[in-house]
Each structure stands twice: as C-alpha cells, then as structure tokens.
C-alpha cells in the first residue's frame, strides 16, 4: 500500500480528498504543516491519521527547517509526498531527501505560474482555466506535469466562484488521479519527462476529456418537475437527432422524453440495409418491420401494436414519401424521423402543427459511437453494441433445422430485440414484428407479454407459426412451453444456461427449431 505524507499550511481539502479516497488503495500516513492552527490538523485528527507540526523558527533558513521535516518524516515508512497548500518554495535539501513529491497547481501550467493564479486567470480574460498536477522541483510551479484537468471561465465569476470551482471540479479529479497513477505503478519519471501508462489514445484511455455546449434549454425533464438541457457534441458525424434539423417551423419544440425516444427510434432502423421502419414508445418498440418499400415497412411496423404507438416516434432509415406521410399522419405521432423527406411528404406532415419533423441526413455506415452513461459519482462507458449476425453465425442445437424463412426471420428478431428493454422477448414473422415483450423481471413474464400484445393488440397478423427472439438465455424450460402456447415454431437466443439440454429438450418436443447465437443482446436502458 502506498504511503503518503501530506505537506499543507492550511485547510488541505485536497489531502482529505486523498483520504477518504484512497485513490489506488493509497493511504494517507501522516500530515504535516508548519503552522499550529492550521485547520488541516484537526482533520486530520478526526480521521485517525497522524499529525505532525514543524514551525520555522524566525530567523531560521529554509534548508536547516526542510532538514527537520524530513527528520520527522524519517519516521514513516513514506512512498510519496503531497502538497496542497503549504506555503513553502522547497529547496534540494528536501527534494532530496523526501520521496517523489507532487504538488496541485490551481491553473492550467505553464500559464499562470505562482501566486493569485486566480486573478490572473480573470484579468487575462481567457475562457478556460484548471489545475495541473506536478513534480515538484526548486523552480517554482515549473516541475514535470503528471496531468491537468480543465473547468470553463464563466461570465461574472470571480475569484471566489472560480476557486471554487477549480477546487472541485478540478482539483478532486486531477489530484486523486495522480496519487492513484504512482500508487498503480503507472507513473515513470526520467528527468524532466514523466510517463503514464495506458494515458495514450486508445478506445478506453486512462483519462477523457470532453466538452459539449448547451444547445437549448428544455421545457422541462422526463417529468415537469424536473428542469433539462440538451448539450451537443460538435464533433458528431453521424446521423443524429440531437443535430437533426426540424423542418416543420412553428411546432413546439422537442422535449426530453422526445430526443430519448427519437434516438432510440433511429438506431433501431439503422440495423437494416432493407427499407425498414420502426415505431418507438419509451424507448421501447411498438412496432418494427422491413420491406420493399418504407410505406410498406411502416404499416407493418405500426400493425404490430397500433394502440400503443398512439403518441409515439416514427422513424425511417429512407427518404420519408407523400404515401408513408399520410399514413403517419393517420394517428397521433409525437415525432418522425428520417434521412431525407420529400417536398409532397412535408406538405402532409405540416399539416400536423406540432408534429415535430426531423432530417438526420443520410445514415451514413461510420463505426458506432461509445454509449455512455452517467451515474452517481462516475460514469458508465462501453462500445455500442454493433454485432450484426448472418446465418452462418447461428448453431443449430435441435432436431429439426429453421428453413430459410426462419432463419430470414429469426436473423430480423435478433437485430431488432438489440433495442428492447431487457428482459426481452419479441415475436416475429418474416420481417415484421407480431409481439413484443420487454422490460420484464421474469423471461417467462416477458413471453407471456409477447403473445398477449400479439393476441391482443396486432392487427391483421398473430403469433401462430412465428419466430421469437430472446435477448438472454432461457434458465428454464418454462419459456418454450409458453411459446408453444403461443404457436412460436423457431426460436433464437443465445444459450449458455446450465439447463441448456432440457430447453433444447423442450423444444424438440414441440417441433420447435432453435438457434444459438453464442452472444447476447442486453438493453438496459
């Protein structure tokens, strides 16, 4: 475990960062300030951590006070040192003699050296400030810099405000970093040069900077008690609803809850080359089909469960026709999305005064964009999932082989349940879908869910003789036997459950045709 001494003058918020922390297991050993009423000191005590007071006498040189700090310092076992506000320049005597030593710098170096950092930050008027994170070296704030971190200036800050700032959104971050790289053995310093493993660019780097502007205030969140923002990615190339231009002028803006369901809509129908359309409400599918034709896909799309896409997201990954228009415009849509629309298709569509409109420009095939997702204290990161399976990926594992209509259709299944909430089941036929089951605790509950919206609420189509997508594994047989119920006659999961041979049993029962895809397929929000 990396031992660290901590050198501060006054409050040191940074040092009991550091040790409430324990970035990389580091702990804080002991904390020493030359100042007997330095609040740091009782901090310190309250968290058990020893303390250490070395005042310099009056007339005292710097060398003979260093050589007394490290005479006390002697007594830990020290792998680091860490300066947070202490009010000393340090000379070789000590930078000799003490273990690598780091110090915070409330600005972004080489730019704004030494004192009132945060005033010159003001005067100079730039728009963007930090802090650096150093070695520290007998040249003032002029050491090797292990990393930085950026905040924004805002009109009307001061010195409080921004100090404030830099100290939190800053300095938390960037401080704990570094203590973490050097107790992870991550830190190599040669010289003047210091390394740090794994901070290079690669998918998943040691550090991420990002920046995005606010592109509009919202009416409100998912609720209207909730205040919102939509902030935008600049860089962004794809295709997206957050840089989609809206084209029918004077409708109500889009909510919240609409961009969520918009950029769930238009990832979906990116999964097909064919025409495809999708119907989309809480994110979740209502409806989703593929044709020659995206009228054609839209109608199939929306059979699937009429009544609950009443309100919901429209999306195409074709140019939006006058006959898809005035299907659309049949019942109630919130929003349609798509690549291009004809002149004929809006003339339709604004009939509709807050039917909101949006052009994403051409889908494009650029390579998926990470999917992220905030939580308390950090932040999920991962690859969008982008598996894309042809039938040579598929193991057959029953008796009786899908034909070539099924596989058609359960290869449809498993690229459209990639966008249902899991537990996810969904049903379909050919290239439409029949009944969708999604967000359900228990699989079987979600089977049940998918035949129940295909007896019920599909029109014109039903579950008999159709394929069914599972985005996990069946644990139990149990799920087969409601689908059988159901009149499901192929089925696609991934398999890998320890039960594997009595689901597979189940299945041959009934006749059933089943494929693994060895892979699954989970959509948690």
Known sequence: MTQVAGLASNRGRNLMRIADGAPGGAELAVVLSNHADAPVLKKAEDRGIPTEI???????????????????????????????????????????????????????????????????????????????????TEDVDAGPIVTQEAVPVYEGDDEASLKERVLHDAEFRAYPRAVRWVAEGKVEVDGEEVRIEGDSNERFPARRVTSEDRGNELRYGENPHQAAALYRDETEERATVVHAEQLNEGAKALSYNNYNDADAAIGLVKEFEEPAAAVIKHTNPAGCATAESVSEAYDRALSTDPMSAFGGIVALNRACDESTAERIVDSFKEVVVAPDYSEKALSVLREKENLRVLDTGPVGDLKPALREKKLEGGRLVQEADDQHLAREDLEVVTEREPSMEEFESLLFAWHTIKHV?????????????????????????????????????????????????????????????????????????PGGSVNDEDVIAAADEHDMAMVFTGSRAFRHD
Do not use: W
């Open 421 to 493: 909430k899991s537990n996810a089941i969904l049903f379909a036929k050919g290239t439409e879908t029949v009944g969708v089951g999604m967000g359900q605790v228990s699989r079987v509950d979600a089977v049940r869910l998918a035949a129940m919206k295909a007896e019920e609420h599909a029109e014109g189509k039903d579950s008999e003789g159709a394929a069914m997508a599972s985005d996990a594994f069946f644990p139990f047989p149990d799920g087969i036997e409601e689908a059988a119920e159901a009149g499901i006659e192929a089925v696609i999961q």
């Open 54 to 136: 070395v005042e310099r006498g009056e007339d005292e040189a710097r060398e003979s006070h260093e050589r007394r700090i490290l005479d006390v310092l002697s007594e830990y076992d020290l792998d680091l040192v860490c300066l947070d506000g202490y009010m000393r320049v340090l000379t070789s005597e000590f930078l000799e003699g003490a273990p690598l030593t780091l110090n915070v710098h409330p600005a972004l170096l080489p730019s704004f050296p030494g004192m009132n950092a945060h005033e010159a930050v003001l005067e100079a008027g730039v728009r963007v400030t930090g802090c650096t994170v150093h070695i520290v």
